[in-house]
């Protein structure tokens, strides 16, 4: 049940029903659009999406989801304008959490890894696969980038740190289903670091978009989850 619940919260609080059906449904038709205009058939393309589906609906995972792929594309489109290699951020978003294992500490590189090669077996130009590798590795630590498009990809990334409180704690209790094996004081230890790193930074978000939108909101939720961990930690 509990399971149930912390799977179903991040869909739950954007999409409903028939709309999260929509989304998925608009997530997937994306992919398809992107691969198509490569060499690649609809056997391929099939072959690549069920990879990509398998992987996000994997049962490990309770937040890095299709869902959250839907939200990163819904926050992305919103400002594409503003991107100036709309491919290589949508083969970013699609691959840049498809290798997620709670007990590695290099899942972005092996996602960039599985991106370059899928991306090469159909022919998509090197300086796109160079600059998609480049966002992916980019949300390993989410430090400013000389490349914006780098910058606008991980602040949506971040951007469920700043959702009003009540879909932050759903988000954070996802994640701690994805840590299932690390026991409570270990879990709380290293995720007070991760709250502590955030909350140093002068500002989380480098755009300017989601700065104005995100960034007041994701410190309190921040601060508001570390308070809760330091009272567990010293019980």
């Known amino acids: 049940m ?12 954007e999409f409903e029903g028939q709309l999260a059906e929509m989304y998925i449904t608009m997530i997937k038709e994306t992919f398809y659009q992107l691969v198509q205009k490569y060499d690649a058939g609809e056997a391929r393309i099939s072959e690549l999406w069920l990879e990509i589906e398998k992987a996000y609906s994997s049962s ?17 489109t919103e400002i594409q304008t503003e991107i100036s290699n709309w491919e290589a951020v949508l083969f970013s978003l699609y691959y840049h959490d498809i290798v997620y294992d709670a007990t590695q500490s ?26 998609c590798e480049q966002h992916i590795l980019a949300t ?5 980038s000389a490349n914006m498009d780098s910058n606008y990809f991980t602040d949506a990334d971040l951007s469920i740190l700043g ?3 009540e879909a932050y704690s759903m988000y954070a209790k996802s994640v701690r289903m994805e840590y299932l094996i690390y026991s ?3 879990f709380n230890e290293g995720r007070s670091k ?5 909350l140093r930074m002068e500002r989380i978000f480098k755009t300017d978009f989601f700065y104005s939108r995100f960034e007041q909101q ?6 508001k989850e570390l308070d809760t961990l330091i009272g567990f930690l010293n019980e």
């Open 60 to 76: 490990n995972r309770f937040y890095h989801t299709l869902a959250h792929l839907t939200a990163l594309l819904n926050q992305l």
């Open 218 to 223: 994701a410190k309190c939720n921040l601060a």
């Open 184 to 186: 409570d004081r270990i």
């Open 140 to 144: 390993k630590w989410h430090k400013p």
């Open 106 to 131: 290099d899942n972005e590189e092996q996602s960039a890894m599985v991106a370059t090669e899928r991306m090469r077996c159909i022919k998509v130009p090197e300086p796109i696969i160079e600059v």
């Open 2 to 13: 509990v399971e149930e619940y912390a799977r179903s919260t991040i869909i739950t609080l």
């Open 194 to 198: 991760v709250l502590k790193h955030f």
């Open 163 to 165: 959702y009003p409180f």
